[in-house]
């Protein structure tokens, strides 16, 4: 190894027949087992149908040198240590749309991100897809215009400047704004050309990697993970599993688990691109030896420090809505969610604070179990939220806040429909992928951070009750008449079949200020007695006046009504309005006032 060697991973997405293999090829000099389309099915169909991960190195820059971190043993094979280098790992990512789950996987564990644009073409369905996908999981861009080769040599130039002012325009409202854009020829004359037609652009490419490119921060205490996405058998040597470190370090003879299949395994050698290494940590690339391993039993997941991950079957997330995807998001609803390098179909239930904690600062690497959460019946933006009606009805409906006003963090739960293994506050992208892959729109809907993963299969049982998301239950109904003065009858709060016996002792407020307390049912047709504590004011009394005087003169009570003659309405009608929470995990299916 040229002396010591500072590991960055560069993505290469883009829309499929952008010419992005071509540009890794172009690139690279040292390619990996999985680089370049070995597959035989990409060969035979022409496209990438899985991520490709190919090499090269330069000097490290002399301004990045002190950042360099403390330098790791070299490995007994390789040349004497020398100048440091600065190696980029390429991430050839397929462009083909019924692949995005696997682009997704490859976003969370690059660096920087190349966007490669067909420049006849610009922007389109992926390579729109991708640039959302690097907005979630990726903090810098280069757009590569690629295909120039292809352009009327006399009008090469204008059609450049042209497509780099769309690019401009494109990324203004991102978090790329700004971000460099450069034109290439990664394979003059298309793939069938001959390889003696020299690339273009790519020397000015591999300076502006290197001007933008920062050390990423590298951590190697925490647990070993990697997420691997090849593994293969060598003859008279073992199985071989390729991936990235996502966190933590590993050496020699140190013990691995693939929590997927809960079996244990020693490390037998490893390798970083050909080269055999004692060490290797957060960021790199890497190849694990081990023995009596069939890799057919893992083409893709996580390897970890053993017993460091859990297996499970639902979580709580944190949730982001992606601007571009159209729709709600509806509770109920399923996506599919990727967690880690795993895809699975998730049912999801949103909810968010209580409405006066709707401007608290978000907590992002935590789930708080004593806060109480208001239940929603769709993730909440401004663009959606329903206006409430007179009655309240969209307050009993949904529990939104009514004022179109928007909490600054939104959580769901996420059911898997089978489980899944990866760790907490991983990145989590949900997406309708069912959705038809030729039309013009946004299937990324949502991302977040994992918060808190519910390892128990029987979870609604043993962990959802300490869930306390509610829901804000409104009912409105009338006073029908009064009784005495401590006294009076409602009607229109519950229908006839109601169990009333439920609500009695809940508090009811009149429209004319006096709070009642649901005493018991009155009849069999839904009314209900209610006594008032403090009294009824001279001013309600005489808004009911007509009753009472009605009431005296019959002097039948209850009886009569009972017989089906009801009383005469009261002149001025005095609403009741009950209102209470009621616990979407709650065996008991309580009803709760505040005190």
Not at 109 to 125: A, E, P, Y
Not at 211 to 225: A, N, V
Not at 425 to 437: E, F, K, P, Y
Not at 555 to 568: D, I, N, R, S, T
Request: proline content about 7%; aromatic content about 6%; glycine content about 8%.
């Amino acid at each position: 190894m040229a002396g010591q060697r500072v590991n960055v991973n560069v993505g290469v997405l883009g829309h499929i027949d952008s010419g992005k293999t071509a540009l890794a090829r172009a690139l690279s000099t040292t390619a990996s087992t999985a680089a370049f389309d070995k597959q035989p099915q990409s060969r035979e169909r022409g496209i990438t149908l899985d991520l490709g991960f190919s090499c090269f190195s330069v000097p490290l820059p002399a301004r990045l040198r002190s950042a360099l971190p403390a330098p790791r043993l070299a490995p007994d094979a390789g040349p004497e240590p020398g100048e440091p280098q600065l190696q980029f790992t390429l991430v050839d990512c397929p462009g083909h749309a019924s692949l995005i789950r696997t682009i997704i996987g490859g976003a969370q564990i690059i660096d920087l991100m190349m966007l490669v644009i067909d420049v006849t073409k610009g922007m389109q369905t992926q390579s729109a897809e991708c640039l959302v996908i690097g907005q979630i999981a990726c903090q810098k861009l280069v757009v590569v215009l690629n295909k120039i080769d292809l352009l009327a040599e006399g009008k090469r130039q204008a059609a450049i400047d042209k497509m780099t002012k769309k690019m401009q325009k494109t990324l203004e409202n991102t978090k790329f704004r700004g971000a460099p854009i450069i034109p290439v020829a990664a394979k003059p004359g298309g793939p069938e050309a001959p390889e003696t037609e020299a690339p273009q652009g790519i020397s000015e490419l591999i300076e502006l990697l290197t001007f933008q490119i920062s050390i990423p921060t590298r951590d190697s205490s925490g647990p070993f993970l990697m997420s691997v996405d090849h593994c293969f058998s060598i003859k008279g040597q073992g199985t071989v599993m390729t991936g990235t470190i996502l966190s933590g370090s590993i050496s020699l003879g140190d013990s691995v688990e693939i929590p997927a299949l809960k079996v244990v395994k020693k490390v037998k050698s490893m390798q970083m691109f050909h080269m055999p290494v004692t060490t290797a940590m957060q960021g790199d690339r890497l190849g694990i030896c081990v023995t009596q391993f069939d890799p057919k039993l893992l083409e893709r997941g996580l390897v970890c420090a053993p017993e460091s991950l859990r297996t499970i079957h639902a979580a709580l997330i944190s949730v982001e809505k992606i601007p571009y995807f159209r729709g709600p998001l509806q509770t109920k609803a399923k996506f599919h969610v990727t967690v880690g390098h795993e895809t699975v179909m998730g049912r999801l239930m949103f909810f968010s604070p209580a409405p006066d904690s709707f401007d608290h600062e978000p907590v992002l690497n935590a789930f708080d179990f004593s806060r109480e959460y208001l239940f929603q019946e769709q993730y909440l933006c401004k663009d959606l939220a329903p206006a409430a009606t007179d009655s309240g009805q969209t307050n009993e409906k949904a529990g939104q806040a009514t004022d179109g006003h928007c909490p600054r963090q939104q959580w769901a739960l996420v059911e898997f429909e089978k489980p899944v293994t990866c760790p907490q506050l991983c990145l989590v992208i949900g997406s309708r992928l069912d959705a038809d892959i030729h039309a013009n729109m946004c299937r990324l809907a949502f991302h977040g951070v994992l918060l808190h993963g519910l390892e128990d299969k029987n979870y609604a049982e043993s962990l959802l009750p300490r869930l306390r998301v509610y829901k804000l239950k409104t009912k409105h109904g009338l006073v029908e008449r009064v009784i005495d003065d401590y006294n009076v009858i409602g009607r229109s709060l519950f229908k006839k079949e109601t169990n009333i016996q439920l609500f009695v002792g809940l508090k009811v407020y009149l429209s004319t200020g006096e709070l009642g307390v649901i005493d018991s049912a009155f009849g069999q047709s839904g009314k209900f007695k209610i006594h008032i504590p403090g009294g009824l004011s001279p001013e309600s009394k005489k808004m009911l006046t007509p009753t009472l005087k009605k009431r005296s003169r019959a002097g039948q009570g209850e009886a009569a009504e009972q017989e089906g003659v009801g009383p005469p309405e009261p002149a001025h009608h005095v609403a009741l309005s009950l209102s209470f929470k009621r616990y979407v995990f709650d065996t008991h299916k309580r009803m709760v006032q505040s005190p």
